[in-house]
């Protein structure tokens, strides 16, 4: 039997070993791309709520709004305003309706809006106002602990700034100008 005389030298087998190396990094490279699609995409996510809600907040506020046509004293309780809801609106409860009027050297007189009538004076007084219908309605200018806002009190050449909020919907300003303080004088 012949012995084995033949020279068996191990070789360094750098190939694979670069192999191996070639492999962590791209694994890793995957990995970091997937954080990154996954921050992504979240923000993204977040970007959308986020205007979603603000369009969705400014559409209740314009739509949710009372237009005002035209405003006038109204004999010594305050003012007769002739109004509308703004396009795009649902319909309002008239009691979840409300006002408030500020007045030169005075606190705001504030209150529920009152005798909301259809515009050509058929019916009573709405529970609810509905879009595309006009209707009359009225600021009482004073309030308990003899808070006055009228025309009367108020006097020719001031003016009246006037809020009317509506529910949860939007809120209107208007700047009723007394050129005149008597009865059925324009204010708007």
Known sequence: M????????????????????????????ILVAAV??????????????????????????MAGKVMINAAYVDGTTGYKLFVRLAPGSEPAPT???????????????????????????????????????GYTMILSGTAAGGLDCTAATVGTGSSVQAYIHVGSGGTTFETLSLGATAAGSKVV
């Open 2 to 29: 012949k012995a084995n005389t033949r020279n068996q030298e191990f070789q360094d087998d750098k190939v694979a070993a670069i192999g191996i190396g070639a492999m962590i990094v791209f694994i890793a490279l």
């Open 36 to 61: 990154a699609a996954a921050v992504i995409i979240q923000t993204a996510e977040a970007l959308q709520q986020n205007a979603q809600q603000t369009g969705d907040d400014t559409a209740d506020n």
């Open 95 to 133: 009691n979840a309706i409300t006002y408030q009027l500020m007045c030169p050297g005075t606190l705001p007189v504030e209150g529920a809006v009152g005798n909301v009538v259809l515009m050509d004076g058929t019916g009573g007084a709405v529970a609810t106002m509905q879009p595309s219908t």
